[in-house]
Nanobody, 127 residues
């Protein structure tokens, strides 16, 4: 099982970025994927997750209305479209999965239950 996040970069406030989480060793058709982020000196924060069964999505309060999670089954990839970026969105972004934990607000809050994590991608938003 492997996850790899791509797409981070340095942008200005108000810009957009799309992160990609490429999965291997399992199918995003069957297992839910979550996006999390961690800024220096801060606790890890749940950003969003998507259900494999019905595509249902959950978002953290700080990104609702600005970020959109989606998946491409053919590419076995989950995306995080980030619009209207703010300096406070600056963090390392990670994707993760757990074969027993469905996408929910609880997963975003208790990210330590996720078993598989990819290497992060850095997002820096300048003001």
């Amino acid at each position: 099982v492997q996850l790899q996040a791509y797409g981070g970069g340095l942008v200005q406030a108000g810009d957009s970025l799309r992160l990609s989480c490429v999965a291997s060793g399992f199918s995003v058709d069957y297992y839910d994927i979550g996006w999390f982020r961690q800024a220096p000196g801060k606790e890890r924060e749940g950003v969003s997750c998507i259900s494999s069964s019905d595509g249902r999505t959950v978002y953290g309060d700080s990104v609702k209305g600005r970020f959109t999670i989606s998946r491409d089954r053919a590419k076995n990839t989950v995306y995080l479209q980030m619009n209207s970026l703010r300096p406070e969105d600056t963090a390392t972004y990670y994707c993760a999965t757990d074969f027993e934990a469905p996408c929910s607000a609880s997963i975003l809050q208790y990210s330590h239950v996720m078993d598989y994590w990819g290497k992060g991608t850095q997002v820096t938003v300048s003001s």
